[in-house]
């Protein structure tokens, strides 16, 4: 199948700030693809860019293979900041009106997006009268008029409260499954990793890395144990096994194996062979947070 999207070196300046430098990668077909980084790192910047909202200084970027032409930017739905709708109109109508600036899809669409928004049964109600997780559904609903078969979104769960984030991850999710590719900028590693399954990392707008979400975030495995004699246990962990590290963290203590070899049973058994009874053991197979700080931080 063809590479959806596809930028070689993008830089772009804004007078002295460089926002890009030279940023290379290939968005697959079916992937939601997430471009994380801290604020300020370049990636409001990278999504105009590829939407002709702005212009790279240099470098190129290719659509299905392709240089940009009318008749692909039609396959690209978006949402780069939240659209001006009428406040006093229905879901409904605001919709047409987008439709006929827009011209992207024929009008008997509308309920069929409202639809997949969730927001069919107050499609008459005014736009005042929602609530923000809706407003931004509604927006999400003019981004899949004329049935683009990509969906590009700067930060979707922006300023939502979390019932609200958990509808567009939610829904997100949906029209991932429904054959959409989808291409956002989000700075929560956290909401990335619940729906993306490719990312991006940018860090002052340069590309830290890319790839398959669990090759690219997925760390160590981290099991924290604990015991009622902490000291003893950290001893005789102490002769554990030599591929791993341990830390001491107040009354738990972590051990970090390599990726995938931390054996739960293995454990408990050696500190029950060794005189000890363990009131806690969890493993943590991500270290995200940690991981992402260290890919943003050096
Ligand atoms: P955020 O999450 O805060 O939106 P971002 O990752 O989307 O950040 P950009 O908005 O692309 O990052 O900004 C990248 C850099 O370019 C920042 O240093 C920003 O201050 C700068 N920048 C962005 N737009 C402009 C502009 N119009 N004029 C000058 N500098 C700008």
């Known amino acids: 199948m063809e590479t959806i999207l596809t930028l070689n070196g993008i830089s772009k300046s804004y007078g ?22 801290p604020n300020g790192s370049g990636k409001t910047t990278l999504l105009s860019i590829i939407l002709d909202v702005l212009k790279a200084d240099s470098g ?31 879901a409904v109508n605001n919709l047409k009106i987008t439709n006929s600036i827009s011209n992207r899809g024929d009008v008997t669409q509308i309920n069929d997006v ?13 736009f005042s009268s929602y609530s923000l997780g809706m407003k931004q559904r509604l927006a999400i609903a003019a981004a899949l008029l004329g049935s683009p078969k990509v969906l590009v979104f700067d930060e979707p769960t922006n300023g939502l409260d979390p019932v609200g984030i958990a509808e567009i991850r939610e829904l997100i999710i949906e029209l991932s ?11 929560l590693l956290d909401e990335v990793e619940k729906v993306c399954t490719h990312v991006a990392i940018l860090k002052r707008g340069t590309l830290i890395t890319t790839g ?21 246990l950290f001893s005789v962990m102490n002769n554990y096994s030599n591929g791993i590290k341990i830390t001491r963290d107040g009354n738990m ?15 408990n058994n050696f500190c029950f062979n060794h005189g000890i009874i363990l009131n806690h053991l969890v493993f943590k197979k991500k270290r995200l947070e940690a991981k992402f700080f260290e890919l943003t931080n050096n």
């Open 114 to 126: 409202l639809e997949k928004v969730k927001l069919f049964e107050r499609r008459n109600s005014r």
């Open 60 to 90: 190129n970027f290719l659509w299905f293979g392709k240089h940009g032409s009318p008749e692909q930017r039609k396959k690209i739905g978006s949402l780069l900041e939240t659209p001006n709708f009428y406040h006093y109109l229905s």
């Open 212 to 232: 398959n979400v669990n090759d690219v975030l997925v760390d160590d495995d981290l099991v924290e144990i604990s015991a009622a004699n902490i000291d003893a």
């Open 177 to 187: 499954k429904n054959g959409h590719t989808i291409i956002m900028a989000s700075h």
């Open 16 to 37: 002295r700030i460089k926002a890009l430098s030279g940023v290379s990668f290939e968005v697959p077909p079916g992937s939601v693809f997430g471009i994380l980084g």
């Open 253 to 267: 203590i972590q051990l970090i194996f390599p990726k995938g070899t931390a054996k739960l049973d293995d454990i």
